[in-house]
């Protein structure tokens, strides 16, 4: 329309700073980040601007990759950008007064702004300036979910908590609901979500949630204060409830106090773990706390650690066993360490080397602990508490699960100590075994004895399927009657998980793939062919699943055993997705010889 101005949509990140903290701790050290502070006209001059000035350069691939045959002044120079501007916004303290009055249509008194909240905007690579540990997690899902439809989601981030720390970017190719996605609700915490929303509402068009709001919309800096405070109210809403309620089984941890409990709890957990054995056996680990591009990452740099030629010292993986030995000037005993201890994905080039990504050690911690009865678990420096009742529930599925009438015999502490050899390889040949392996052993060996030849080993049997060096883990032990049993002492959330997923898989695979099944024969009938004995009984063919058994050993040190709670979130899992395949599932506590430490 002639003469009438038309506002140009822009688009905005908006992540909302936690309650009560100051504007001096919001951003990381401006020096340090090289950033400065840049000042806006006198109507805004209660906001902070910082912009990292901008670094002109030639790119990098004219060099490396064209070397002489290019002039760098044909290609020009960049710039990268970073900026982030602090808003102080009036909001109302009470959230359930100013829900009544959004729902009545009723605009708030200027007497209802109570509170200052701070909101922070990035721009370019601005995130970098913020501190992570100031960001309210979560705001931008929560304002997502509480603005569009069920059915208009698009794309999806998760992580899953319970033992593999996997995580997941997932998209559809049109709209659709969150069970179109490979999201397991009981064990995948929602990370970030992008919808459709409704052209006439708050956030129009196609929106992104995390911890921070990605959307597209008519604001600029003048209107920017009454967004904002729209968006707070936005946040406080629960409408999201009526079709994504399950994304608060796991919540975040507000409590100052209580994270600092939580930090002090987990630090002793890790002093007390033997640094000679792996990750898998605890219930806390490491890994990255991201999704990487991994194209051309060589490893992982702990601090600052060089080898013999003063190039960084590189790791395969984070593994919490080389973190913690990296504190052996100074054992590790506070948050404080963890969170100035910085962890690289290095790129090798010659004998250059540079670090596309980098995190402080607190944020590559995963796991669960806990505290005063309550579970608890973190994920990228984050911690989050169990929702009572998703916590009962799981509980209870565990409990009520049946055990197994298979006859375990005890595990003793000689299998942990010597190796022992037996006539269990392919065609007879002598295998060393040692701890699962001899336990695994001897129950078939001591079974067949009083029931003749109805239990046979397939551990360490792996079968090739899938293509490549693929290969898949069948069962521990087979019985002739359709029972499937696999074995497994019983550690970290990661060990667990990964028992549990075996026996899913394993399955799945028996279930819908018939060359897996010839495999698996196959490989039965070879060991038949060693031993000069039939063994048809147990051919898949004909030796139908019926039963998953999972049997674990406890560990010594508990009179009452008991699995992490996010290995029961994965167990709940595998036990609901094999019930509809028509398979039971079965869950075992194999008995246990005392050692003298625990007399």
Known sequence: VEGRRIMKKNRINVFLIKEGIALEC????????????????????????????????????????????????????????????????????????????????VAADEEDWEMTRYFALTFGYGRSLLNPSMIEERFGLKCVLNTVRDNSLRMIQSVDVSGSSRRLNEQLPREGRIEAFDLDIERNLLNKVTAKSETNSLLPGMITGGDSLTVA?????????????????????????????????????????????????????????????????HRLWMTVPEVLNWDGIDGFQIGQQQDSQGRPLLHKDIVLRDVVQSFRRQPLTSLSQLQNKKIYAVKLDGDDYFAPYGWSADRCLVGDVTFDDRTYC????????????????????FENTAPSSVPFIPYLNMYDKDEYFVPEGIEGKEISVKGEGRYNFEIQHQLNKEETDHYLLMDRKNIGYGGGRSQEEFCDVLTDCGQRIHV???????????????????????????????????????????????????????NKIREVIFAVVPERRYDHPDLPFFSKVAFASVKKQLKRMGIETYFNWIPREKAESDE
């Open 488 to 542: 497994k002492r019983c550690s970290g959330s990661a060990a667990m998980s990964h028992l549990f997923n075996q026996g899913l898989v394993s399955a799945s695979l028996e279930k819908d793939a018939d060359e897996f099944v010839r495999l698996v024969d196959d490989k039965i009938m070879q060991i038949a062919k060693g031993r000069n004995v039939s063994l048809d009984q147990f051919l898949l063919t004909e």
């Open 26 to 105: 919001i951003l990381n050290d401006l020096e340090d980040s090289g950033a400065e502070f840049v000042s806006l006209s006198d109507e805004y001059e209660n906001y902070f601007f910082g912009v990292r000035p901008q670094n002109i350069h030639i790119p990098e691939w004219v060099s490396s990759f064209f070397e002489d045959s290019l002039s760098p002044k044909s290609v020009g120079e960049v710039a990268s950008v970073g900026a982030v501007l602090i808003v102080p916004v009036q909001v109302m303290k009470n959230a359930e007064r100013q829900s009544v009055k959004v729902i009545a249509n």
């Open 378 to 397: 973190i994920s990228d420096g984050k911690w989050y508490e169990i929702e009572a009742d998703y916590l009962k529930r799981i509980n209870t599925d």
């Open 217 to 281: 919309v008519n604001v600029s800096i003048k209107n920017l204060a009454s967004f904002l405070r729209d968006i707070y109210m936005l946040y406080q809403r629960d409408d999201y409830k009526e079709h994504f309620d399950w994304v608060d089984n796991i919540a975040a941890v507000k409590d100052p106090d209580l994270k600092d409990k939580l930090w002090n709890t987990a630090i002793q957990e890790i002093r007390s773990y033997d640094d000679e054995e792996d990750d898998v056996w």
